[in-house]
């Protein structure tokens, strides 16, 4: 996602970023709503329900941008809120895939790929997060969550009504996603070299 798709989505975000300002919520509460979201959105997915899992999903989704934003606004941004929102985001990740994997778990060939798609995405996080481990910037690469998030969605609420839509979506993410690990690695690689 570029600086100016993210400049919108800020203003969009502005006014309920105000409403949480004045009633004190504190980013680390948003961030665990994100997460408690995310997990009931993988129990929702493991029964079936999937129009119920795709708005907890997007409710998730959106306190996942909020925390970010409130705690700059707040100005309570610090690596430790920075450390504990990334680690449940894997957890939040691994939630709804799970989900999606228990509901496909009686079809081998939709189970595996619901696994490889969360190897593939968890891949792009972990190689940022290793080469800015080692002083390298590492946000190159389409796929980023934002991206993998709109097609999570997709296979989510597309789910409902036809088996085909959760196999396309997840198939893309598992292509872009793979594809765009192997694009930061080349680029820290290169960067290595340099």
């Known amino acids: 996602m570029n600086d100016e798709t993210k400049g919108r989505l800020r203003v969009l975000l502005r006014p309920l970023v105000s409403l949480l300002l004045a009633l004190r919520v504190v980013p680390l509460a948003v961030t665990i709503a994100g997460l408690l979201l995310s997990m009931g959105t993988g129990i929702l997915l493991g029964r079936g329900r999937f129009i119920l899992g795709g708005v907890a999903l997007l409710l998730a989704g959106l306190c996942d941008t909020l925390d970010g934003e ?66 390298v910037e590492c946000k190159v690469g389409l796929f980023e969550r934002p991206v993998r998030f709109l097609f999570l969605v997709i296979a989510v609420f597309g789910a409902h009504f036809h088996p085909l839509f959760p196999k396309v979506a997840l198939s893309v993410i598992l292509l872009g996603a793979a594809c765009t690990a192997v694009q930061r690695i080349i680029h820290v690689l290169r960067v290595q070299r340099e």
Not at 86 to 101: C, I
């Open 70 to 135: 409130l705690a700059r606004h707040s100005q309570k941004a610090s690596s430790l809120g920075a450390f504990l929102d990334s680690s449940f985001d894997r957890v939040s990740e691994f939630a709804v895939f799970f989900g999606l994997f228990w509901h496909f778990r009686s079809s081998p060939r939709t189970a595996a790929l619901v696994f490889a798609a969360f190897f593939a995405s968890v891949a792009v996080s972990y190689v940022r997060a290793r080469a800015e481990g080692i002083g």
